[in-house]
């Protein structure tokens, strides 16, 4: 069982920054090191998007065509705690925005739907003003 906690959400301006955070845990304090982490965005109406991936254990990336050059996914092993770095901020970046984790193995390709995802956070509200 994972937990994965958002945090980092808030009202920017266009152009502006923002650093979403995900801290994850496991009730047994086991590793993430066969999962992949990723964000997902929803707007009201819409179904949930991919933003970006990346794989715990090899730090490989993968973002959406919409974000690309403007986010950055990383981790930090020592804390569990997956970030999106989001630049360049624009008004149709306003989303609720999840973190996930799924489990990839060796050599899998990076996890891109939501039905890959086992475990889901409780989204943290981002709204850029124009």
């Known amino acids: 069982q994972v937990q994965l906690v958002e945090s980092g959400g808030g009202l920017v301006q266009t152009g502006g920054s923002l650093r979403l955070s995900c801290a994850a845990s496991?009730?047994?304090?086991?590793?993430?090191?066969?999962?992949?982490m990723g964000w997902f965005r929803q707007t009201p109406g819409k179904q949930r998007e991919f933003v970006a991936t990346i794989k715990w254990s090899i730090g490989s990336t993968y973002y959406a065509d919409s974000v690309k050059g403007r986010f950055t996914i990383s981790r930090d092993l020592a804390k569990n705690t997956v970030y999106l770095q989001m630049n360049s901020l624009k008004p149709e970046d306003t989303a609720v925005y999840y973190c996930a984790a799924g489990y990839s193995g060796p050599g899998s390709p990076s996890l891109t739907r939501q039905d890959e995802y086992a475990y889901w956070g409780q989204g943290t509200q981002v709204t850029v003003s124009s």
């Open positions: 496991t009730r047994t304090n086991s590793t993430f090191s066969s999962y992949a």
